[in-house]
C-alpha cells in the first residue's frame, strides 16, 4: 500500500507570492492533516480536513487555507508569503473511523523556503 | 511555558545501552500518547500510540505513561545505530480529532 505522497517535495518562492501543496493519503484514509514543522517551534498543528469539511484549525492567521476533495486527497494554500514560514510541511492521513485521535501517518513533506 | 515538554538532547550512547526518552506536559485533558521517530529529510513515523496510562511493549520499544504525573517515558532496548534519529512525542485530547500538540524532539545517536 502506497504511503502519504506530498507534491512538490521542494518549492522555493519569494516573499508576497502565494504557494500550493499538494497530498495524497493513503488509499482507504478519509482524514488529511497538515503541520509545520520548524526549528523553532517543532511541529505545530494547522488544520485537518474530513469529508471535504475542516473539522479542526490551530492557531495559524488566515493566509493559511486548505481543502480537501471528494478523493480525501488535499490542499493546502499560503498567501502572501513571509519569511517566517519557511519550513517543512507535513500532510498526515488517518482512517478517521471516528472523531476521537487515531494513529496518523505522515509524508515526507514539502520543504518551503521564501526568500 | 508549553504544553509538552522534551529535552531536546543531543543523547549520545553506545550500541547495545538501554535508552530513555521522556516528556512531561501540562494538559490534563491528554489522553492519547504517541512517540514517533523522525530521520533526517523524512517525515515522523508512528512508532508506540497509548490511550491513557499503562505500559505497552512492541519489540525493543516500551512506552509507558504516568498521568498522575504527566509524564511518559520511551525505552529503547539493545539500541542500534539504525535507532539515530529525532524522537517526538505527541498527545491529543479527548475530541481533539487528529490535532496532536508535540513536544520539540529528542536527537539520538546510537554509536558504534
Given at each position: 500500500?502506497?504511503?502519504?505522497?506530498q507534491?512538490?517535495?521542494?518549492?522555493?518562492?519569494?516573499?508576497?507570492?502565494?504557494?500550493?501543496?499538494?497530498?495524497?493519503?493513503?488509499?482507504?484514509h478519509?482524514?488529511?492533516?497538515?503541520?509545520?514543522?520548524?526549528?523553532?517551534?517543532?511541529?505545530?498543528?494547522?488544520?485537518?480536513?474530513?469529508?471535504?469539511?475542516?473539522?479542526?484549525?490551530?492557531?495559524?492567521?488566515?493566509?493559511?487555507?486548505?481543502?480537501?476533495?471528494?478523493?480525501?486527497?488535499?490542499?493546502?494554500?499560503?498567501?502572501?508569503?513571509?519569511?517566517?514560514?519557511?519550513?517543512?510541511?507535513?500532510?498526515?492521513?488517518?482512517?478517521?473511523s471516528?472523531?476521537?485521535?487515531?494513529?496518523?501517518?505522515?509524508?515526507?513533506?514539502?520543504?518551503?523556503?521564501?526568500? | 511555558?508549553?504544553e509538552?515538554?522534551?529535552?531536546?538532547?543531543?543523547?549520545?550512547?553506545?550500541e547495545?545501552?538501554?535508552?530513555?526518552?521522556?516528556?512531561?506536559?501540562?494538559?490534563?485533558?491528554?489522553?492519547?500518547?504517541?512517540?514517533?521517530?523522525?530521520y533526517?529529510?523524512?517525515g515522523?513515523?508512528?512508532?508506540m500510540?497509548?490511550?491513557?496510562?499503562?505500559?505497552?511493549?512492541?519489540?525493543?520499544?516500551?512506552?509507558?505513561?504516568?498521568?498522575?504525573?504527566?509524564?511518559?517515558?520511551?525505552?529503547?532496548?539493545?539500541?542500534?545505530?539504525?535507532?539515530?534519529?529525532?524522537?517526538?512525542?505527541?498527545?491529543?485530547?479527548?475530541?481533539?480529532?487528529?490535532?496532536?500538540?508535540?513536544?520539540?524532539?529528542?536527537?539520538?545517536?546510537?554509536e558504534?
Open positions: 500500500k502506497a504511503g502519504v505522497t507534491t512538490p517535495r521542494y518549492l522555493i518562492k519569494t516573499r508576497g507570492q502565494q504557494v500550493t501543496l499538494s497530498c495524497s493519503p493513503i488509499s482507504g478519509r482524514s488529511v492533516s497538515w503541520y509545520q514543522q520548524t526549528p523553532g517551534q517543532g511541529l505545530q498543528f494547522l488544520f485537518e480536513y474530513f469529508s471535504e469539511t475542516q473539522r479542526n484549525k490551530g492557531n495559524f492567521p488566515g493566509r493559511f487555507s486548505g481543502r480537501q476533495f471528494s478523493n480525501s486527497r488535499s490542499e493546502m494554500n499560503v498567501s502572501t508569503l513571509e519569511l517566517g514560514d519557511s519550513a517543512l510541511y507535513l500532510c498526515a492521513s488517518s482512517l478517521a471516528s472523531t476521537e485521535n487515531e494513529k496518523l501517518f505522515f509524508g515526507s513533506g514539502t520543504q518551503l523556503s521564501v526568500l | 511555558q508549553k509538552v515538554e522534551q529535552d531536546p538532547g543531543p543523547l549520545s550512547v553506545p547495545g545501552a538501554i535508552v530513555s526518552l521522556n516528556c512531561t506536559y501540562s494538559n490534563s485533558a491528554f489522553q492519547y500518547f504517541m512517540w514517533y521517530r523522525q533526517s529529510r523524512k515522523p513515523e508512528l512508532l500510540y497509548t490511550y491513557s496510562s499503562g505500559n505497552k511493549e512492541d519489540g525493543r520499544f516500551t512506552a509507558q505513561v504516568d498521568k498522575s504525573s504527566k509524564y511518559i517515558s520511551l525505552f529503547i532496548r539493545d539500541s542500534q545505530p539504525s535507532d539515530s534519529a529525532t524522537y517526538l512525542c505527541a498527545m491529543s485530547a479527548v475530541g481533539g480529532g487528529n490535532k496532536l500538540t508535540f513536544g520539540t524532539g529528542t536527537q539520538l545517536k546510537v558504534l
